[in-house]
């Protein structure tokens, strides 16, 4: 028989049971499956912890967004940003739904390519564009979109020796009433910087100015700056128009629409706070179609939008390793999870749900990752019921930067696994190995003795 386990007796206040003012506690909410697959077999094929993505999920978020826009006005074009997920599956996935790319670096306008995306459906953001990238973004027709005056001049330099024409856009910075601004990217609008890119775009010959964008920030919580924002940049394309006589092809207006995650020090939870796709869209297209721009020469509207996209689609399963009684009788947990690959709980109140039924009883508990670091903290404080070692949790709304920004850091990356539509698992990224890490690393002769350990 095994042992069962002890655990020191504590006397606590219980916090479940009796109703107070507004009722009985909620039941706590059990994720067992996901897209219909139980999370215990996600886990006995893949191991733990273990990223999961749904198909299901990923697309009908696009397309709600789509039709959001869609149905206000009539070009647009998403772009998927790489950056907040760029595994090749996840890619394809939005390509297929017909985003195009929106790269903010060599390495991933490199895997764009490699995704099959043509290159004149590419969108090229970022303030570190080499030389050779921007040769190769003119050749292949992208959408080139300056930065500052020293990329500028680069470009002004580099496409006098090759064909066919840069089609470049200018990132503008604005404010647009919220603060801090982000004016460290792009060109400033109200000091006239972004004018003054404009015009000598406009003059040099071999560059053709066919776009404005702006991104105004990540996790915007509200619309009505981006009705601000499109509003400059309307201005902005009907100056150019007056005094060149040349129409601005598109309006990009980045991304950066919050998910339903809930930030951390926020006094609701995201789902109920963060405005719907119908909010955003209804601000920008109103904000264009109300400007002076001539509705003949109405500029295609895109979008960049990663995080809103993806983050729902996202699924984090880990274990229970311990639990533990902190000096003051605290509960903790230590869970496999760790900052290191959830990123984001430095800046989410994330959900956590036990995956298998569990007790009612709740206590005020701390989540810590595996690692020896201090920061590694999932939760400060969750209302959690006691789950025994072994037990699985979900975490949802991962999708997001966390399978980009994640760390390797005394242990491997995990696996990441796509749900499809029929309900089929398909591993999509491989847990890492010794070999990934033996392979990058070179040990200089001098060190390569057969006995390293000194007697
Ligand atoms: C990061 C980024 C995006 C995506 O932002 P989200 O907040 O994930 O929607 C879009 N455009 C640019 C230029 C970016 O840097």
Partial sequence: MEKLRYERPIINKIKAGVPDKYGMQPKIPVKSEIDGIPVKEIVEKYGSPVFVISEKTLRETFQKANRAFQSRYPKVQFAWSYKTNYLDAVCRLYHDEGSWAEVVSGFEYDKALSNGVPGNKIIFNGPDKTDEDLKKA???????????????????????????????????????????????????????????????????????????????????????????????????AVRTNKKFNHSIKYIDMGGGFASKNTLKGAYLPGKDTCPSFDDYADAITSALINSEIAPDQLPTLFLETGRALIDDAGYLIGSVLANKRLSNARRAKILDIGVNILFTSFWYEHEVYPAQESSQQTEDTTLYGPLCMNIDVIRESIQFPTLKKGDLVVIPRVGAYNMTQWMQFITYRPNVVLIDQNKKMHLIRKQESLKVFKEQELVPEFLLNEKPLKA
């Fill in 138 to 236: 003119i050749e292949n027709g992208s959408f080139i979109h300056v930065d500052h005056f020293d990329e500028l001049y680069s470009l002004i330099r580099i496409s006098q020796n090759t064909t066919p024409k840069a089609k470049v856009a200018i990132r503008v910075n604005m404010d647009t009433g919220i603060y801090p601004k982000w004016d460290r990217f792009g060109f400033n609008y109200e000091n006239g910087e972004a004018w003054n890119a404009i015009n000598r775009i406009m003059l040099a010959e071999n560059l053709e100015l066919v776009g404005l964008h702006t991104h105004i920030g990540t996790y915007m919580m509200t619309a009505n700056a981006y009705a601000v924002a499109a509003s400059k940049l309307a201005e902005l």
